[in-house]
């Protein structure tokens, strides 16, 4: 069976992983790992985990095929590249650093080790973004996130959250970029107030429109090709329209979060491949430009 690292055991691991691995203990061998003893104690109790390391030395030492991070940011480089330099998978939350250069020495190193980087884009496996992937013939895509009030650093709120929407907006696209220019602005206190980003293929345009201060809580994504409108929003309803017909398709009431999200398909494909050796889910390529591109909006 193999072994399967998580290290940290924060909030994002609590509530949108271990819940997903618990469920997984018959395939895989998890060993949660935190400085914290009584939360290792605590949440190994809850899930039924069997393994628990107080820190990264002692989870390498157990030799995991793979590990998940959800340490801060901050601390995702130096982790990263101790275990690719131990010859272990790496799943990591968004961003995978907030230095475009660390970001792209990280994957070439992934790639020289013939090992996967693979970073936390859940979104685009979401069931209803993958339905609007889908879609033919695109024209526009709008990714809006709002806010209901901010508080974030220009440089926090790009890559805890609009990364989300940039990412999200870049994987509908079906053609290369030609050209991407935004702009961030910011309250007198200095945080983030807006994030705009505009980005052109061939054939599609893509908007994205981060509102920290929109007094309201709202994630929609619309797509607009030859032959209609469609509209996910907050990754849990999308609805068609064309002319003369609208029709909405939410999840069923008993379908869990986690899969609504786009964690639960995500985590599956991520194991499955260190598993299998396969692909990588989250293409490196496409991974490193969403982070680029966040980079170059702080830059402007």
Known sequence: MLKIGVMGLGNIAQKAYLPVMAAMQDQYEFHLTTRNAEKRQRLAAQYGFQHTHADLDEL???HPAAVFVHTPTSTHARIIRQLLENDI?????????TDLQAVQALYDLAASRHLMLTCGFNR??????????ALPNKRMVVAEKVRETGGQDPETAVFDLMIHSVDTGLFLLDEPLETTCGRVLT???GALGQGYLTAETAHE???VVTNMYGGVNLEQTTVQTTHGRAV???????TNYQTAQTTTTSFPDWEPT??????APLIRAFLTAVATHGTNPVDPTSAITSHAVCRHLLSR
């Open 60 to 62: 390498i030492s157990v």
């Open 89 to 97: 998978n790496v799943y990591v939350d968004k961003p995978v650093a």
């Open 124 to 133: 685009r496996f979401d069931p209803l973004n993958q339905q609007l992937k």
């Open 187 to 189: 309250t007198e206190a």
């Open 205 to 207: 345009q893509l908007q």
């Open 232 to 238: 996910v929003k907050d990754l849990s309803m999308l």
């Open 258 to 263: 986690l899969e609504k999200r786009g964690f």
